[in-house]
């Protein structure tokens, strides 16, 4: 499962119209919903949307799934983190978080917790994985941190380790997350997402441009990515059943904005 039906018609913007899940987490700083406001609207969007996942699972198998966006800055961290917190929360699922933004990790930085061995560690053969997994401190989530800095990322990523990496994590992990860096700037996201089951694409209300984020998308999808959905964030109107600007194609307009 978590495949898509592909039409040779379709048009960038309407490959997961089937699919988008629409995600309303405006909210405080930090906006880790999951964790701050756990009974809120939020967090059952965020919940909604893991919902959303599952089904498209139906045989439970093992699935890797990469968070990215266009640029950076647009809530990918964020959205990572707290879609984790709720697969973390289903009963016997058992979730990790990969920070793979080895450009500007920061999924450490979020959890309040320092900065140690990882990725990039397991990576370049220095440790195995069993070593480096961390509880990220919200049920039973773990947490594979980016690991130590290196100056090549696009090749430590496009090492053959990284689909062993991810085989070995979908043995012990119903659900591997994995926290990426912008498409556009560089390779590595097109890369991650080639190599997991799933992609799902952030986009930041009043601040993504459609053609930033289309041109992702087909980024993604000539890479071998499977984009499954969207989240869109930031959301000002009060009731979005009521904001015309959360529509399903909402990636699908004019080239402006
Ligand atoms: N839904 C939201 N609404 C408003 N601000 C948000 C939202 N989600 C995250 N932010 C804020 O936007 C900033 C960027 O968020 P985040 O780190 O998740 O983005 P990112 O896409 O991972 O960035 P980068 O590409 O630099 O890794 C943070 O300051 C965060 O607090
Ligand atoms: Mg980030």
Do not use: W
Request: glycine share 8%; net charge negative.
């Amino acid at each position: 499962m978590f495949r898509r039906k592909k039409d040779a018609n379709e048009k960038i913007g309407d490959e997961f119209a089937d699919d988008m899940v629409v995600v309303v987490d405006r909210s405080i700083n930090p906006y880790l919903v999951l964790f701050h406001e756990s009974a809120g609207f939020r967090a059952e969007q965020v919940r909604g949307l893991r919902n959303r996942l599952v089904a498209m699972n139906p045989d439970g198998e093992p699935k890797t799934l990469v968070v990215t966006s266009a640029v950076r800055g647009e809530g990918k961290t964020v959205s990572a983190l707290n879609l984790a917190m709720a697969f973390a929360e289903l009963e016997r699922q058992s979730v990790v978080l990969v920070d793979a933004d080895l450009r500007s990790p920061s999924c450490e930085r979020y959890l309040n917790l320092n900065s140690e061995t990882g990725l990039t560690d397991v990576l370049l053969g220095r440790t195995p994985v069993d070593k480096v997994l961390r509880m990220a401190g919200y049920r039973n989530l773990k947490l594979l941190g980016a690991g130590s800095r290196v100056d090549n990322p696009a090749e430590v990523l496009g090492s053959s380790r990284l689909d062993q990496l991810l085989h070995r994590l979908k043995e012990n992990f119903q659900y591997v997350i994995i926290d990426s860096p912008p498409v556009l700037p560089s390779t590595d996201a097109g890369v991650l997402s080639a190599a997991a089951d799933g992609t799902l694409m952030v986009v930041r209300l009043e601040h993504s441009l459609k053609k930033q984020s289309r041109d992702a998308l087909r980024t993604l999808s000539d890479m071998g990515g499977n984009v499954l959905g969207s989240f869109v964030t930031e959301v000002r109107g009060q009731d979005p059943d009521s904001d015309s600007r959360l529509s399903y194609d909402s990636l699908a307009g004019d080239e402006d904005k």
